[in-house]
């Protein structure tokens, strides 16, 4: 899984820097996002093929985590986002997960969906923050609180300041 990784790692860098104050939301993935994706889902495809399923689910667990890792150290706590930002990494987000969704054994789902929640429930704080129907944070928590979405306390107040078109 180290050599996918580094492999998705190099086509993802340009995606990794991008800047996250978008003019407006892309009706598709964003296109350096795109590639990769496809690129991982062959590389998925011929892993899941090729090795036995208990091996291939090593390899997919902690691919999955070390991408989310990625994602979330290299993007998302890193990076200044507006409203339309938001959006679009929160649905390139989900189309990440969508690919390892694909691969899910019936008994693991619950154990990946748990894994990638880590990702995509800062995604939704983003994307609620004032510009989905929070105005405050005690009716951004109500909100979150609604979706299920269990962040602690402070990284919701961390994920907030992120958000650049808020004064």
Same mark, same amino acid.
């Not at 190099?10 to 350096?32: A, C, E, H, V």
């Not at 496809?38 to 090795?51: F, G």
């Not at 990625?70 to 339309?84: A, D, E, G, M, V």
């Given at each position: 899984?180290?050599g996918i990784n580094?492999?998705?790692?190099?086509m993802m860098s340009g995606?990794?820097?991008?800047?996250?104050?978008?003019p407006?939301?892309l %009706?598709?993935?964003? +296109? /350096?996002?795109?590639?990769? *994706?496809m690129?991982?889902?062959?590389s998925l $495809?011929?892993l899941?093929t090729?090795?036995?399923?208990?091996?291939f689910l090593?390899?997919?667990?902690n691919?999955?985590?070390?991408?989310?890792l990625?994602?979330?150290?290299?993007i998302?706590y890193?990076?200044?986002?507006n409203?339309p930002g938001a959006q679009?990494?929160?649905?390139?987000?989900l189309?990440?997960?969508?690919?390892?969704y %694909?691969?899910?054994a +019936? /008994?693991y789902?619950?154990? *990946?969906?748990s894994d990638?929640d880590?990702? $995509?429930?800062p995604?939704e704080v983003?994307r609620l923050?004032?510009?989905?129907g929070?105005?405050?944070?005690?009716s951004?928590?109500?909100?979150l609180?609604?979706?299920n979405?269990t962040?602690?306390p402070g990284?919701?107040?961390?994920i907030?300041?992120?958000?650049?078109d808020?004064?």
């Amino acid at each position: 899984s180290s050599g996918i990784n580094a492999e998705y790692g190099g086509m993802m860098s340009g995606y990794f820097k991008q800047s996250w104050i978008l003019p407006n939301r892309l %009706d598709t993935m964003t +296109p /350096s996002c795109s590639s990769g *994706l496809m690129e991982l889902q062959q590389s998925l $495809t011929a892993l899941s093929t090729s090795l036995s399923p208990e091996h291939f689910l090593v390899i997919w667990s902690n691919l999955a985590t070390s991408l989310q890792l990625s994602f979330t150290n290299k993007i998302l706590y890193r990076s200044q986002f507006n409203l339309p930002g938001a959006q679009q990494f929160r649905s390139d987000m989900l189309a990440f997960c969508g690919i390892f969704y %694909d691969y899910c054994a +019936p /008994s693991y789902f619950a154990k *990946l969906n748990s894994d990638l929640d880590v990702l $995509t429930q800062p995604c939704e704080v983003l994307r609620l923050w004032k510009g989905e129907g929070a105005s405050s944070l005690n009716s951004l928590q109500d909100l979150l609180q609604e979706r299920n979405i269990t962040l602690p306390p402070g990284d919701v107040l961390k994920i907030v300041k992120l958000r650049s078109d808020i004064s």
